[in-house]
Nanobody
Framework: QLQLVESGGGKVQAGGSLRLSCAAA????????MAWFRQTPGKEREFVAA????????VYADSVKGRFTISRDNAKNTLYLQINSLKPEDTAVYYC???????????????????????WGKGTLVTVSS
């Protein structure tokens, strides 16, 4: 089982930056493709970005391309999301999720369906003020 814990959220002004982290308590972290989602009240969880186990492939939602960067450090069992040029509409709870890929170095899909995620963290809140 992949246990995930997000951190790094907080309150920031528009135009600022944050780096979110997702720590995995799992020695086989590298067996998983990983992704970030976000959710605002009353809306479905939205796919943000995903990365293959090696970090060699990544995909992004159109709404965040050029501002968000997903990365991972398998030696530290940690996933990251660098968020730059924050906008008020980026305000959300950000979740990391894992998809078991059995050793295949794949990003899984260009856009992950929420119901295909195998494991979720509990989320970290990002609030962007204008």
């Amino acid at each position: 089982q992949l246990q995930l814990v997000e951190s790094g959220g907080g309150k920031v002004q528009a135009g600022g930056s944050l780096r979110l982290s997702c720590a995995a308590a799992e020695r086989t972290f590298s067996n998983y493709a990983m992704a970030w989602f976000r959710q605002t009240p009353g809306k479905e969880r939205e796919f943000v970005a995903a990365i293959s186990w090696s970090g060699g492939s990544a995909v992004y939602a159109d709404s965040v391309k050029g501002r968000f960067t997903i990365s991972r450090d398998n030696a530290k069992n940690t996933l990251y999301l660098q968020i730059n040029s924050l906008k008020p509409e980026d305000t959300a709870v950000y979740y990391c999720g894992g998809k078991y890929t059995a050793g295949y170095d794949t990003v899984y899909r260009s856009k992950w369906p929420e119901d295909k995620v195998d494991y979720w963290g509990k989320g970290t809140l990002v609030t962007v003020s204008s």
